[in-house]
């Protein structure tokens, strides 16, 4: 392979950055685009868990935690009363999603949504 | 002039508040060209700014056994040295009110004070990494020095004047001096990014090798100052290349008294810094760091000889009888 | 100027992560370097025994952030031989794409990352804005830009669904011509050139010696890769190049990875053509036999060995990570022997340096104020004495 070596290669390149568009995206004065699946927050529905405690079972890092929360919720069919439903916490989850395999409820009461932004300045959220 | 002009001349325009604010509109035109050939944003304008702000009101440190006064006052030092230079660059006429002949060697020599500056800020710091970009930072002076001086001579030796009013008042009719030595002018911009220490010649303060170089010691105020002093640096660089090459606040072709013939003549300076900016940010985007040892081969192989070749072309074209 | 030690680290803008060079260096010369590598160390082989398997393997992909898909499919694969289940091809094909996708990224960055070592930062924002592609590519595909958590064990758990495959194509286009435009500039631009080439020699025997891996070893010349020689995912079903360069020097590590950007994209555009139909999980037991393995795997940074045992329950008993990174360490400190200082962040960049991969346990000793390693002799010999007293063997 023969070499070719000069100063400033990469010239050509330089003009025709200058020519375009900056690649930068100023968020946040410009809507980011989100594919289907991103791994955002998790989100709990209170309608439909059934407090089975299968998502704070499987967690990798043990970060859900099943409160204290009393509610009939309707699934396959039938009332059940549930006495506990998960709390998250945030900033321990890896949001990889393994919650929302287990859960058995349809739709799932536990969920990765696409929501991404979220820095917290609040002791008890951040060290969770 | 009368003495209200003279200290209006002196603290506003094109005094030291005009120098700040030149010095700070280069270092975000750099950013912004740099960042665009980058392809990327850039800076909003008043990015040097707030940065000089925000570094006024961190924590100044002295680290121990540093000897604080002098190690406070040499960003001072560097500070006086570059505005004192701007003072005899033209900025709205021919040349600056406290233009005399040999003003050019006056320039030159105020303009090696920074780096001297340099070495001492790495020499006092009781810091490995300073003292060794102190050290570096003085074996590249050598190297560039010369061929910084000898390019700089070459407009003085083309036109038997030391002075840098003659040089621009010369180049009035339209024939800038590039056109006759385009060798020198290039000498000139390289052997300028070598005395600002920019990539790619930035060895002393290599960042992935020494940290900051001789500038690891300095916070708050004093690094405020620095920063602003390279700034102005990089402002009297431009901005005496476009004197000494580029005709300096002249158009060829127009001749007009008063205040309209100061402000298109201050606009004709502008623009002709702005493309010696240019100039600089295309060779700092363009290339990689070099290590010293190959600056100093390359600079005493290439850059000086060509000055030399530069010089010699002039000699031979006066001597012709052509010049 | 006398002898003097300059601490490169454990914080140090050349370093990304952190590393103590000791070097002590006689003007600009270097006589000797020490190397402390353990701040990063986290006790994650311990931990993994206490974690069930599904577990572990978010554990096991968190040591390193680039090479993450890396470490899960090798501890998924190691712990799926044990069970004796093998993955369905699909899977292996999914989990194939997205390592050769994690190449791409991982050198990409790299590229960016020597850039920036030798000051050369436009060509450092041009790798990383097309690093961006392939990131996005990612998160189409698994939802996350590093750590993907496409793995179970047993498969995958994600899927490269039809609608997918004209924007991951649209993208591979894209860098295809962007790494093959890398490959001309490395050996072009000068100040690139001048920096790297004759910097951090390292002929064929010293590499075969000091047993480097990776594309530090394809860059001296020594033909070693384990997608070829040991075979594993769907390597077997898929052609391409081993790259190896004579240079034996940085620049030969340069051209290795910049070609290699090359074919891992047009790996990824044969595997996104031709993926397979099938399944995405087989069925999995929940404990695995006893039982040990020693799982390979070709990471960004070379040969990446796990060693597994397991007990007959639901956890490891003994996990063992073997780094590629651990492995180079010591070429570096040979390599960099007689350079200056302005050579040392271009001849560790030129290894790909994940530190989070490497770090082992230091000994300190508070009151001595010394730090220590053991070496392998002290090793065996703890080792026996533990067990002798411990166990009586």
Not at chain 2, 293 to 308: E, F, R, S, Y
Request: hydrophobic share 45%; charged share 20%; glycine share 8%.
């Amino acid at each position: 392979m023969a070499v070719k070596e000069r100063p400033g290669a990469i010239l050509p390149e330089i003009f025709r950055s200058l020519r375009r568009k900056p690649a930068t995206e100023p968020y946040p004065f410009q809507r980011i685009e989100i594919p289907e699946g991103f791994r955002g927050r998790i989100e709990v529905s209170d309608e439909k868990c059934i407090g089975c405690s299968k998502c704070a079972i499987v967690c990798p890092t043990e970060c859900i935690e099943m409160v204290a929360s009393e509610r009939d919720v309707a699934h396959a069919g039938r009332t059940l009363k549930r006495k506990r439903k998960p709390t998250v916490h945030l900033l321990s989850c890896i949001r990889c999603g393994l919650c929302e395999e287990a859960c058995p409820t349809d739709p799932k009461a536990i969920y990765l949504t696409e929501k991404f932004s979220g820095a917290y300045t609040q002791r008890d959220v951040v060290v969770g | 002039m009368s003495v209200l002009l003279l200290a209006l001349y002196l603290v506003v325009f094109p005094g030291i508040l005009f120098l700040l604010g030149f010095g700070l509109f280069s270092e975000w035109y750099d950013r912004k060209l740099t960042a665009r050939m980058q392809n990327r944003m850039g800076p909003p304008w008043f990015q040097p700014f707030a940065d000089f702000v925000k570094l006024l009101s961190k924590e100044d440190i002295t680290p121990q056994g540093v000897p604080a006064r002098l190690y406070a006052a040499i960003p001072l030092f560097a500070f006086a040295a570059v505005a004192t230079a701007f003072l005899y660059v033209p900025v709205v006429g021919a040349s600056s009110p406290f233009g005399f002949p040999g003003d050019l060697v006056l320039i030159l020599y105020l303009l090696t004070l920074p780096t001297v500056m340099v070495f001492l800020l790495g020499w006092t710091s009781s810091n490995v990494f300073a003292r060794i970009g102190g050290v570096r930072a003085v074996s590249q002076l050598f190297v560039y020095e010369v061929p910084f001086f000898l390019a700089a001579l070459g407009p003085a030796l083309a036109l038997e004047t030391w002075a840098i009013g003659d040089v621009v008042a010369a180049q009035r009719g339209g024939l800038w001096l590039v056109l006759l030595e385009p060798l020198g002018f290039a000498v000139l911009l390289i052997a300028l990014q070598a005395k600002l220490e920019r990539v790619p010649f930035d060895i002393p303060e290599a960042e992935t090798e020494l940290v900051a170089g001789p500038l690891t010691e300095l916070t708050g105020k004093k690094l405020a100052l620095w920063n602003l002093s390279k700034d102005m640096a990089l402002a009297t660089g431009a901005a005496l290349v476009v004197a000494l090459f580029l005709g300096g606040p002249t158009l060829p072709g127009v001749a007009l008294d008063g205040v309209l013939g100061a402000a298109v003549a201050f606009a004709a300076f502008f623009l002709k810094v702005l493309l010696v900016l240019l100039l600089l940010a295309i060779l700092k985007a363009a290339l990689g760091r070099l290590r010293i040892d190959q600056l100093v081969d390359w600079g005493w192989k290439v850059l000086t000889p060509a000055a030399l070749i530069q010089i010699g072309v002039v000699l031979v074209l006066k001597a012709g009888g052509w010049l | 100027m006398p002898e003097m030690e300059l601490p490169i680290g454990p914080q140090h803008p050349a370093l990304k992560e952190p590393v103590n060079f000791r070097v002590i260096v006689d003007g600009e010369r270097i006589v000797r370097l020490d190397l402390d590598i353990s701040y990063n160390h986290r006790g994650i082989e311990k931990a993994a025994e206490t974690r069930e398997f599904s577990k572990s393997l978010y554990l096991i992909e968190r040591i390193c952030g680039i090479c993450s898909h890396a470490h899960a499919t090798n501890f998924a694969k190691g712990i799926e031989a044990l069970m004796g289940v093998e993955a369905p091809r699909r899977a292996q094909w999914i989990r194939t794409l997205v390592a050769e996708l994690e190449r791409i990224h991982s050198h990409l960055l790299w590229l960016g990352v020597a850039a920036h070592e030798i000051g050369y930062n436009t060509l450092f924002m041009y790798t990383w804005r097309d690093r961006e592609t392939v990131q996005d590519i990612l998160e189409l595909i698994s939802g996350n830009r590093v750590n993907y958590g496409m793995n179970a064990i047993g498969g995958v758990r994600r899927d490269v669904t039809d609608a997918m495959k004209p924007r991951i194509l649209e993208g591979l286009q894209r860098l295809e011509a962007r790494a093959t435009y890398y490959t001309h500039v490395i050996r072009e631009e000068e100040t690139l050139l001048i920096r790297t080439r004759g910097v951090g020699r390292l002929s064929t025997d010293r590499a075969v010696a000091l047993d480097a891996v990776g594309p530090v070893a394809r860059g001296s010349n020594v033909g070693f890769d384990v997608r070829r020689d040991d075979p594993h995912l769907a390597y077997s079903e898929i052609p391409f190049d081993v790259i190896t360069s004579p240079a034996c020097d940085v620049f030969g590590r340069v051209e290795v990875r910049a070609h290699e950007l090359v074919q891992s994209v047009r790996m990824c555009a044969h595997m996104v053509e031709n993926l397979p139909p099938g399944e995405l999980m087989a069925k999995v037991p929940r404990a695995a036999p006893a039982g040990e393995y020693v799982s390979r795997y070709e990471a960004p940074r070379g040969e990446l060995v796990h060693f597994l045992r397991t007990r007959g329950t639901d956890k490891v008993d003994r996990l063992s990570v073997r780094t590629p990174t651990l492995t180079n360490w010591p070429s570096v400190v040979e390599a960099i022997q007689g350079h200056v200082i302005a050579d040392i962040p271009v001849v560790v960049a030129a290894i790909d340096p994940c530190l989070s991969c490497t770090s082992r346990m230091t000994f300190v000793d508070v009151d001595a104020k010394r730090t220590s390693s053991l070496t392998w002799d002290d090793l065996v010999e703890y080792g026996m004495r533990y067990y002798a007293e411990k166990e009586g063997l």
